[in-house]
T-cell receptor
Framework: EAGVAQSPRYKIIEKRQSVAFWCNPISGHATLYWYQQILGQGPKLLIQFQNNGVVDDSQLPKDRFSAERLKGVDSTLKIQPAKLEDSAVYLC??????????????FGPGTRLTVL | DAKTTQPTSMDCAEGRAANLPCNHSTISGNEYVYWYRQIHSQGPQYIIHGLKNNETNEMASLIITEDRKSSTLILPHATLRDTAVYYCIVRLSGAGSYQLTFGKGTKLSVIP
């Protein structure tokens, strides 16, 4: 079974530029999560989708971050404009969904963003 | 979700058992204890979870105290590949997509 795919794996941009990350969850998984992991800390949830609807985006800095999952499969996370403090690893995870009793999250390898 | 407390770091000799403690004194009756680990440059990986009984799978064993205020993750024969950050998380389980709230975890170093 293929895992969660993310691209790119690494990205370096200058502050005030824009950047987008892509995630392809495990086939059939209805729930998709984006996390931000700053160096030395545990991952922090940014947004959670159930199919193509947002379940929780309370920790997403909406003035600069946006995310979508238009067809309920792939997802993109965008930052515009980027700040120095956005330097982090952005992790995507998926799980079977709200109606499944087995609901562990499976994580992708992450995208390491460096903002200069 | 209840908070957890873990040591910042631990060392373990290769081939020995690694015992990683976690305190969760405010856990409620319907909350499970989950363990994930994160190997360098990878995403977190699920290890095991339990409610009140001890659990064992191919990766590890989970021992939960009778009062459920603390637990221990046991890696029976640690290898160099077990070097990682281990996260203890308390969350609801069952149907539903209950969120994971990560702390800083325990950095386990397996020494040759």
């Amino acid at each position: 079974e293929a895992g969660v795919a993310q691209s790119p794996r690494y990205k370096i941009i200058e502050k005030r530029q824009s950047v987008a990350f892509w995630c392809n969850p495990i086939s059939g998984h209805a729930t998709l999560y984006w996390y931000q992991q700053i160096l030395g800390q545990g991952p922090k949830l940014l947004i959670q989708f159930q199919n193509n609807g947002v379940v929780d985006d309370s920790q997403l800095p909406k003035d600069r971050f946006s995310a979508e999952r238009l067809k309920g499969v792939d997802s993109t996370l965008k930052i515009q404009p980027a700040k120095l403090e956005d330097s982090a690893v952005y992790l995507c995870a998926s799980s079977p969904g709200l109606t499944s009793s087995y609901n562990e999250q499976f994580f992708g390898p992450g995208t390491r963003l460096t903002v200069l | 979700d209840a908070k957890t407390t873990q040591p910042t770091s631990m060392d373990c000799a290769e081939g020995r058992a690694a015992n990683l403690p976690c305190n969760h004194s405010t856990i409620s009756g319907n909350e499970y204890v989950y363990w994930y680990r994160q190997i360098h440059s990878q995403g977190p990986q699920y290890i095991i979870h339990g409610l009140k009984n001890n659990e064992t799978n191919e990766m590890a064993s989970l021992i939960i105290t009778e009062d459920r205020k603390s637990s221990t993750l046991i890696l029976p024969h640690a290898t160099l590949r077990d070097t990682a950050v281990y996260y203890c998380i308390v969350r609801l389980s069952g149907a539903g997509s209950y969120q994971l709230t990560f702390g800083k975890g325990t950095k386990l170093s397996v020494i040759p």
